[in-house]
């Protein structure tokens, strides 16, 4: 049982709202007053093991907010029981909580023999006789009240309870009506929404909790607990003469609510709202506030819509208007058509009216200072920020929203089609919510919270006649999913136009990635994984092909290491330059910094290549004598590459006159290779087991160690790129895309080479037309990963950013700017 009240505070957090459900019963006369919540049962050993074996309580049994409601409900533990009971949740003073348990059977205390420090005592209270139990030092006081069995682990509680019964006091009138109406369920749970809004405000003190107090009155919901989920499906009523959320909607019938279609899937969640006569709407707000809402500037703006929402994404949010006909809409918005931006080809416009959806909305929005909107086929979406709108625009160009999700869809077809409020959670975004909610010292906890794969949590509420049907939702979707997709994390906004593509570098202290990047003035600029800016350093030129990172010191610190035109660099992840870099060059460099760590210990070795001039330095800077190989006769055409097979090294350094130099350590031919090679722009490779690249005529050549040379045609044009492992082979001409020899014919366009990435034993490869703005991502068997192609305009960097699962990439978005996207 210990389990058992977690239930109220994670579905509040997830939620802000609440619910419940029964029937009418003589237990309800021991209701303590000012009780918060109330857990009915017929069968409390049922329900105890129900809990236990659902994986969302079991997985998360140690976080320190559960236990200490698990220590408030020790008591359960030693009673068996099997008859209809009340669990009464009460808060009794300033930081106290307590327990009530109300039944009509005689429990059996179990587990009571091998207790070592167990006492019982009695007094009487008020006529009635009170036994106070001791088990391992839980104290509970008992009585029992007309046949009626009470404990409480308060004996203020107890002692309230038998005032009201020897004073004959009546039943909570609310309470009575909710409980007469709810449903026949064997596990319900009654939620009085202004006494739990003081429960609720002590567990999330960093987040406000006035909405509870007048959302509703009292609601009941049938509790449902399954291995994969929990269901909660019943009523809700507020009285009518309160000014209660609830009966905003009075007099309105539900719509159909679609912001789901506009939501990413980066959202932390949406909110949305309906309604079909917008005069009685604003008749009820008007009842709310208590008093007379002033003329709306832009009523008709109200009148094309039947539903109005909110999405919650990277703490910031947007509201959206779903419109009836767009025509009406833009007419209604024929003032407002000052562009402020154009992105992506969307136009974003400037809003003269910041605070119009608050003082038309007010409580049901809250949002002002909407300073910009945007149009997405028939939503309307207005935020503060222009990023927000960004941000919705290219996931819903992506296709990754909400909407499109088989687990959005699965958990849609649980809940009515229409409704007058709906909350939508996604539970892998929330979790920063839930930990900023709780106090400081629980936060690290939750955000490590385990969700046992419930993707999402759906809360519904549906008014009909003086009370609105509620449906909740936690659950592990039964949906068949597609391998891979993506759906946009995050876009980053860097100070000038990209140079250089993005790409992940390891942070050695966080464990997770960042992001670094150059821009056009030659500064490099490295952000977190949230995207904020964590140092930037002007160089001196461009930097030559990647970033690549080193142990140099070899206790597992990694730093940076590249090359511009100029100088040899070498940071660490603070941005701070390791002694005695950097190396400045008179003469231009050429080609990208050659890495080389033969035995994985270290002991570096690295190559600037100057036109037909190499020099190789030790991890000291130092330049190494014994390499001898320094000059060749014509230019260096690509960085040397160092391949090992077996125990044996081979430097592989090609020139533009066409010979290929494949040397040992020190510089001396360890392979001769006697032809000259029409060499391509293509790297070499250890493929087959054999050094392999290919020539201008589309052929690839290989060669053997023993020096060997083979040609086969590949069916590539001039124009061609490939990329290779040691048993995987991507070859990429005109508008054909091979991977492993299986062919994928793309649109025609402007092409970056393919990457090849093998990350956990799998094979990821990638393309982006640059034309087109399209990132494609392959699998090992050529098959485009649902959800691609998205938007971008680079070579991608692909890894585990955060370090907890799943992969992310980056990639060059509008010129300015970097973006992240996860891999689903």
Aim: aromatic share 10%; glycine share 4%.
């Amino acid at each position: 049982m210990k389990k058992i009240i977690f239930l109220l505070p994670f579905l509040l957090l997830l939620f802000s709202c609440e619910s419940e459900t029964q029937e009418k019963s003589e237990l309800l006369s021991f209701v303590p007053p000012k009780t918060a919540a109330i857990i009915k049962t017929d069968n409390l050993e049922k329900l105890k093991k129900q809990f236990h074996k659902n994986k969302l309580f079991a997985e998360n049994k140690d976080i320190s907010p559960i236990q200490f409601f698990a220590e408030n409900l020790a008591l359960l533990d030693y009673i068996q029981l099997k008859e209809e009971s009340l669990i009464c949740y009460t808060k009794n003073g300033r930081n106290d909580f307590g327990f009530t348990l109300i039944t009509e059977g005689k429990p059996n205390m179990v587990n009571t023999d091998s207790i070592a420090n167990k006492k019982v005592e009695s007094f009487t209270y008020d006529g009635q006789e009170v036994k106070k139990y001791t088990l391992e030092n839980k104290i509970g006081y008992a009585t029992t009240l007309n046949s009626i069995f009470i404990l409480s682990d308060s004996k203020l509680v107890l002692e309230n309870i038998i005032r009201v019964f020897n004073n004959k006091l009546p039943q909570n009138e609310q309470l009575t009506e909710i409980y007469s109406v709810a449903g026949k369920n064997s596990s319900a749970v009654f939620i009085n929404h202004p006494q739990l809004r003081e429960i609720y405000g002590e567990l999330t003190p960093n987040r406000s909790a006035s909405y509870l107090a007048n959302f509703s009155d009292w609601t009941a919901v049938d509790l449902d607990i399954r291995e994969n989920g929990i269901h909660l499906n019943g009523v809700s009523k507020a009285n009518p003469q309160e000014n209660r959320i609830l009966n905003i909607f009075k007099g309105n019938k539900p719509q159909q609510n679609d912001i789901a279609n506009i939501t990413p899937v980066n959202a932390s969640g949406m909110y949305s709202f309906t309604y079909k006569d917008y005069e009685k709407l604003r008749e009820n707000i008007s009842t709310y506030r208590e008093k007379e809402l002033p003329p709306v500037e832009n009523e008709p703006l109200l009148n094309s819509a039947k539903e109005i929402g909110a999405i919650y994404a990277n703490n910031r949010t947007a509201i959206v208007l779903n419109s009836i006909e767009n025509s009406l809409t833009q007419d209604a918005l024929l003032a407002n058509q000052k562009i402020a931006e154009e992105f992506r080809g969307v136009s974003v416009f400037e809003f003269d009216a910041p605070n119009f959806f608050f003082d038309s909305f007010f409580p049901l929005i809250k949002q002002k200072k909407l300073n910009y909107y945007t149009q997405l086929d028939h939503f309307f979406v207005f935020a503060e920020e222009m990023q927000v709108l960004e941000n919705i625009i290219a996931n819903y160009q992506n296709r990754s929203v909400l909407g499109n999700q088989a687990y959005y869809e699965a958990t849609r077809e649980k809940l009515s089609d229409e409704s007058s409020l709906l909350f939508i959670g996604i539970n892998k975004n929330i979790k920063t919510i839930l930990a900023e909610s709780v106090e400081g010292k629980y936060q690290k906890e939750f955000e490590e919270i385990k969700l046992a794969e419930n993707q999402l949590s759906a809360l519904q509420f549906v008014y009909d006649n003086n009370f609105a049907h509620v449906n909740a939702i936690i659950e592990k979707a039964e949906a068949e999913e597609k391998s891979g997709g993506s759906s946009q994390l995050l876009s980053i906004k860097v100070e000038e136009k990209l140079a250089t593509r993005p790409q992940f570098v390891t942070n050695w202290r966080t464990k997770n990635e960042n992001i670094v990047v150059q821009g056009v003035s030659n500064t490099l600029y490295i952000f977190n994984p949230e995207g904020k800016l964590r140092w930037k350093k002007q160089l001196d030129g461009r930097i030559l092909g990647d970033i690549q990172q080193i142990d140099i010191f070899n206790n597992g610190r990694l730093q940076l290491v590249f090359n511009t035109q100029n100088s040899f660099y070498l940071y660490d992840i603070d941005g701070d330059t390791v002694k005695p870099f950097p190396k400045e060059f008179s003469e231009t460099i050429t080609q990208p910094l050659a890495v080389f760590d033969y035995d994985n210990n270290s002991k570096y070795r690295f190559i600037v290549t100057r036109g037909n001039k190499l020099t190789m330095f030790n991890k000291d800077g130092k330049e190494v004598k014994g390499f001898t190989f320094n000059k060749t006769k014509s230019e260096v055409s690509q960085s040397p590459k160092h391949i090992r097979i077996g125990r044996k090294d081979y430097i592989l350094i090609p020139e533009e006159n066409g010979q290929l130099h494949i040397l040992d350590r020190v510089g001396k031919t360890r392979v001769n290779v006697e032809k000259q090679i029409d060499f391509t722009d293509n790297e070499w490779y250890l493929y087959d087991n054999q050094f392999t690249s290919t020539t201008k005529e589309g052929k690839l050549i290989q060669i053997s160690e023993s020096g060997k040379q083979s040609t086969k045609n590949a069916d590539l044009s001039e124009t061609h790129a490939i990329d290779a492992t040691a048993k995987t082979l991507v070859t990429f001409s005109e508008n054909i895309l091979r991977i492993k020899g299986k062919k994928v014919e793309l649109d025609f366009g402007l092409y970056t080479n393919p990457k090849l990435f093998y990350i956990d034993n799998k094979i990821y490869v990638s393309i982006t037309d640059t034309q087109a703005s399209k990132v494609y991502l392959f699998d090992s068997n050529a098959n485009l990963l649902s959800g691609f192609p998205v938007y971008g305009n680079s070579t991608i960097s692909l890894a585990n950013l955060d370090n907890r699962g799943g992969l992310e990439f980056c990639v060059q978005g509008e010129e300015d700017s970097v973006l992240i996207y996860s891999l689903e």
